[in-house]
Every structure is written in structure tokens, then in C-alpha cells.
């Protein structure tokens, strides 16, 4: 397998270089009064974007491949519906591009992410389908929980075949005690936002519709609405629909060889884990420092991934 692993440029990661040689570092979210529903919604777009362009430009297309024999077209404004941001400073190392090219097999690729990276690949294979054989999902942040706000939606929403939520109303963003039952109730039925849209401001999708294995963390298992969200997403893919009064339990402990093996979505989970148990920091120092500095959780950190790496194995043999 060839990697490619993204650094994103919209203030999401930790640091990332710049094409000028400067660096970006992660810019937090303001909170309270200032919380903007739809950063996340457009900053998950601008990720699968670069997510999808990455792809292109490693894999290669008819169109990708001319713009790179003719230094003089890299001016576009736009390639392949991308920006013109995500085309700028990695163009002069195509030769080496074009050598890894003759060894890649453009039938079989996968898009992988953790945590947001899995928000991230699943909005990118939902827009482009095609493009990937399959997705791997660990621990994906499938849901955003702002009710004290009035806003709650599986996220992203285009992989849930939704739109986006709507946008608060600015006479909304302070609900008065004093409004009437009647007023609350129309706001909470459009999760106090209003007109919404989406990539493109595109209708109603199909949703994430390619073969998933989704692992989760022992943590992120027990947040309810969370790992709802995820199970829908693989009921979704399954063509199953999820009832509200599933039982939790139905998880890879209970589910059949014989069923998974006829599913095109898996789902996993490592109990005793935390989130940070996907993280390669458990090869960083010795085994006795990572549970109390890194919250590992109680489960041991190489077994844990070791149960990472043989469903995946497992998984990707299927497809």
C-alpha cells in the first residue's frame, strides 16, 4: 500500500507547513455566544476537498496528467472543482509522482481517517463514490451534540443523505424564557437554524454508500448519541434501518462470522479503550507512562492495536 497522509490547511491540525515556509497551527473554536454551527459543516467540506484533490493527484486522471506535463497551466483557478488553494506548492515533485503512479492500481483505493479524519474520508467517499473501494473509520466523530444551543446533527450530514442543518436565526440565538411553548417547539423542530444546503448546496443524497469497517473506542461506545450515529451510518450502508430501540449490545461480541462476512459495513469495538488509543503515541514511550499520560485506557495498548490492524487486514481482504 502507498500512504498518503494529509495535512490539512484549514486550522484543524496541529501544525502544519505552509508553501511560503511558514506554519499553521490548530486555531480553536470560540465557544458560547460566538459558536458558529456552520464552521464545521464548511471546514468538513474544505477537508474533503483536499482529501478528494489528494487523491486525484496521486492516482492520477487524463486531467491531472495534462496540467502537470505543462508547467504554464498551473495558474488555473480551478482543477477538478478544487480550489485553487490546493494546488500550489507540491506541483515540481510530480516526477517522483509519476514514477509511484506506474505502481498503483486505480481500482483499489481506500479512504481511511480517524476521528475527524474519519468525518473527513466518509464526506469525501459519499461525494465521490467511485473513486474508493472502501472506507476504514476509526473512531469517527459522526455527531455534533450542541443542544444547549439548540443544534444537534449527524455529522457529516451529507453522508447521512441529509442537507446541511439550518443556520440559527440571529432573533433566535438568545431563547428568552419568557417565549412561548409554541415558538420553542418550531425551533427545536429545525434545530433552531434556519435554510440550510450543503457541498455544492446539493440536494438530498444518497448518503455514504461504500463497503465500511468502522472501529470504535470503548469511549466513544459508551457516548449514546454518538455511537447511534455511527451504527446508523452502517445500518445505512447495509440498507438496514436502525429502530430506536436497538440494543446497544449488537456490537462485534455479538455479530455472527457468518453475518459480517454478507455486510458491506462492519463495526468493532475495543472495550477498556479511549480515543487516544488509535494514536501511534503508545510506540512513543514505554508501555507503564502511556495510561496515565495519554489516557489509554485500561485495555492493553498493543493488543488494542493489534485488533486494529487484523480487522482491517481481515476487512480489506473482502474487498
Not at 188 to 216: M, Q
Request: hydrophobic share 30%.
Amino acid at each position: 500500500y502507498v500512504v498518503a497522509s494529509l495535512h490539512h490547511r484549514d486550522g484543524s491540525s496541529c501544525r502544519v507547513p505552509m508553501p511560503d515556509g511558514t506554519c499553521r497551527y490548530y486555531q480553536h473554536m470560540p465557544v458560547g455566544d460566538d459558536y458558529d454551527p456552520h464552521h464545521r459543516l464548511e471546514q468538513v467540506t474544505e477537508r474533503a476537498e483536499e482529501f478528494l484533490y489528494t487523491c486525484d493527484w496521486l492516482v492520477g486522471n487524463d486531467e491531472n496528467d495534462k496540467d502537470m506535463s505543462d508547467e504554464d497551466d498551473n495558474d488555473n483557478d480551478t482543477n477538478n472543482g478544487i480550489s485553487e488553494s490546493h494546488v500550489d506548492d507540491e506541483w515540481e515533485h510530480h516526477p517522483i509522482v509519476h514514477q509511484i503512479r506506474q505502481h498503483l492500481d486505480k481500482r483499489n483505493v481506500i479512504a481511511a481517517g480517524f476521528s475527524y479524519g474519519a468525518a473527513t474520508a466518509s464526506l469525501a467517499a459519499t461525494l465521490a463514490p467511485a473513486k474508493f473501494q472502501c472506507t476504514i473509520l476509526l473512531d469517527g466523530w459522526f455527531h455534533i451534540d450542541y443542544s444547549s444551543r439548540g443544534m444537534e446533527y449527524d455529522f457529516p450530514p451529507e453522508s447521512f443523505g441529509a442537507t446541511w442543518p439550518r443556520k440559527k436565526k440571529k432573533e433566535l440565538v438568545d431563547v428568552d424564557s419568557s417565549s412561548n411553548a409554541g415558538e420553542e417547539d418550531d425551533n427545536d423542530a429545525n434545530n433552531g437554524l434556519e435554510d440550510g444546503g450543503g457541498v455544492g448546496n446539493c440536494k438530498r443524497r444518497k448518503g455514504l454508500d461504500v463497503p465500511s469497517l468502522f472501529i470504535n473506542s470503548g469511549q466513544f461506545h459508551g457516548y449514546e448519541k454518538l455511537y447511534g450515529a455511527t451504527k446508523r451510518l452502517a445500518d445505512q450502508i447495509n440498507g438496514n434501518v436502525s429502530s430506536d430501540d436497538d440494543d446497544r449490545k449488537d456490537d462485534n461480541t455479538t455479530t455472527s462470522a457468518t453475518r459480517q462476512h454478507e455486510q458491506r459495513a462492519e463495526m468493532h469495538v475495543i472495550p477498556g479503550t479511549m480515543h487516544q488509543n488509535f494514536c501511534d503515541i503508545i510506540f512513543w514511550v514505554p508501555r507503564r507512562w502511556g495510561k496515565k499520560m495519554f489516557e489509554l485506557g485500561d485495555a492493553d495498548a498493543y493488543e488494542a492495536y493489534e485488533h486494529i490492524l487484523n480487522w482491517t487486514v481481515q476487512f480489506l481482504d473482502r474487498f
